[in-house]
């Protein structure tokens, strides 16, 4: 081996560059949180050739001095800490002090900047890959920095081999402007790509706006069947929105979860929304969210990953409590509700919106609308002979009358279909129920709670079983003992590296309780958590509540029917069944005058 030396300064660059610069979208990446830290509220995108022959980021930030720019192109150089307690609580979504320098030794970067108000001034520096000398000029600049980024790896042909085509290359690119478009409501940006405006985003300050930003990157259709959530424990705020269950993907590929700011792919992160969407969510479906955790920084160790991808927490186990916790009870929450009833002005008719109520013209009086009529119980002063004469009359033809009561979310029966199906009228239109799923997921929600009021009885073993583990494990079982007792479970240590179980749930007869135990370990060790032990007892549970939910053809009388109805609205989670499909669907009158080309 030859003698220890150190490296150049353009090696120990390209050496960075490798952990920093992956493809032109990393290059972007760096560049624009380099904007965000710097006070941005404007940023304007241009690539050409996917990033490969021009990447130039322009923004309204604080400006480079001029005295500082060949610092800023230097390694380990940056404005955002100064010590260790910096460090600690990183604020900034850049820190490291190494992407400029790391972009500037696989490219030709120009850096122009001016920190000045009201000036044109502004000074540019000029760094190829090859020597790593910086140039400086006066150039004309507002106030701001713009970075251009020309023939990215031209001097390391073997990284550009590794690109992909120019689509897939701009893909990544793009969804990281989408990642940061998310992450800041508050700043615009605007992407072209080959002179094509691909992304006009405008600073969004309001709720709405929020909501239209969202709709833009992540579709409208997300937006459609979303959840705004809030939640608070503690120091930490969990917010965004969440897809409802029936909005599944078939890929993770709709997905955002940001940490004070910074987007992260993260395994606690991921198992705890797992464990929320456990009971609604298709076997093989993923779901798609968009959701922001605040937390105090000194909570969360930022400096894990050279592209900070990954984060650690201080306090994992709260963090995920924090994560699942909200998205369970707000996957709970979901069950029928009723829309907002039409707004519709018939000739000599006028809508109040606020109650929804259609009154007279002025002199005729208050009547509901027809939609709200009760179908239990004639009108005042009318037989109900006379009331089916009524059905589906205009409102006009309806006597001066009291409001009656508002008709439920999910209407009354009229009738089953094939001995599957049951169909309903509710305010907006008709309702068609899955009659097995939706009493499928009602008896499993009734068995839980009795799981739930209960403790979880035990079964002593016969022969206790012993369990090979490492020492590690050991500990973990004994510090989490009382998590074992709730579940059912006694596990006591038989050696430095022995479990010796003595009991399981009554309900995991015949289970592999050696595996089982392992994985709750497991769990535990990585998460803090574990719900292996009561994911296998729902298995169960929602095994039971199949066998004993109403079956195909089976004739129900408009009672029975009426009574599922009722159930399905005040149950958790009725939206789905126990296997994750959909229980319910709804058609307008609207939908429905579509469909027969009424109006036109």
Known sequence: MSRIQRLSPRLANQIAAGEVVERPASVVKEVLENSLDAGATRVDIDIEAAGCKLIRIRDNGFGIDPEDLPLALSRHATSKIASLDDLERVGSLGFRGEALASIGSVSRLTLTSNHRDGTSEGCSALCEGRDMDVQLRPAPHPRGTTVEVRDLFFNTPARRKFLRTEKTEFNHLEEVVKRLALSRFD????????????????????????????????????????????????????????????????????????????????????????????????????????????????????????????????????????????????????????????????????????????????????????????????????????????????????????????????????????????????????????????????????????????????????????????????????????????LGLLVEVAGEESLLVRQIPVTLRGSDVAALVRDVLSDLAEYGSSDRIEAHMDDILSTMACHGSVRANRRLSVPEMNALLRDMEETERSGQCNHGRPTWTRMSLEELDKLFLRGR
């Open 187 to 486: 700043v615009g940006f605007t992407l072209r790509h080959n002179g094509k405006v691909i992304h006009s985003l405008a600073g969004a300050a309001s709720d709405a706006e929020r909501q239209r930003r969202v709709a833009a990157v992540c579709g409208p259709a997300f937006m459609e069947q979303a959840l705004f959530i809030e939640v608070e424990r503690g120091d930490m705020r969990l917010w965004g929105w969440l897809g409802l269950p029936t909005f599944s993907r078939s890929q993770a590929d709709l997905q955002y979860f940001f940490v004070n700011g910074r987007v992260i792919r993260d395994k606690l992160v991921a198992h705890a929304v797992k464990q929320a969407y456990r009971d609604v969510l298709y076997h093989g479906r993923h779901p798609a969210f968009v959701l922001f955790l605040e937390l105090d920084p000194a909570q969360v160790d930022v400096n894990v990953h050279p592209g900070k991808h990954e984060v650690r927490f201080r306090d994992s186990r709260a963090v995920h409590q924090c994560i699942f916790s909200g998205l369970h009870r707000a996957l709970a929450d979901v069950r029928p509700a009723a829309a907002p009833p039409p707004v519709a002005t018939p000739e000599g008719l006028a809508v109040d919106t606020a109650t929804g109520e259609i009154a007279r013209q002025p002199g005729l009086g208050w009547g509901p609308p027809a939609a709200y009529r009760p179908t239990s119980a004639p009108l005042p002063g009318q037989s109900g002979e006379q009331l089916r004469s009524y059905a589906g009359l205009h409102p006009r033809a309806l006597p001066e009358v009291e409001t009656p009561e508002e008709v439920p979310p999910l209407g009354y029966a009229l009738a089953q279909l094939k001995g599957i199906y049951i169909l309903a009228e509710n305010a907006e239109g008709l309702v068609l129920v899955d009659m097995h799923a939706a009493h499928e997921r009602i008896t499993y929600e009734r068995l839980k709670a009795a799981r739930a009021l209960d403790a979880i009885p035990g079964q002593p073993l016969l022969v206790p079983e012993a369990i090979a583990v490492s020492e590690r494990e050991v500990a973990l079982a004994q510090d989490h003992a009382e998590v074992f007792a709730r």
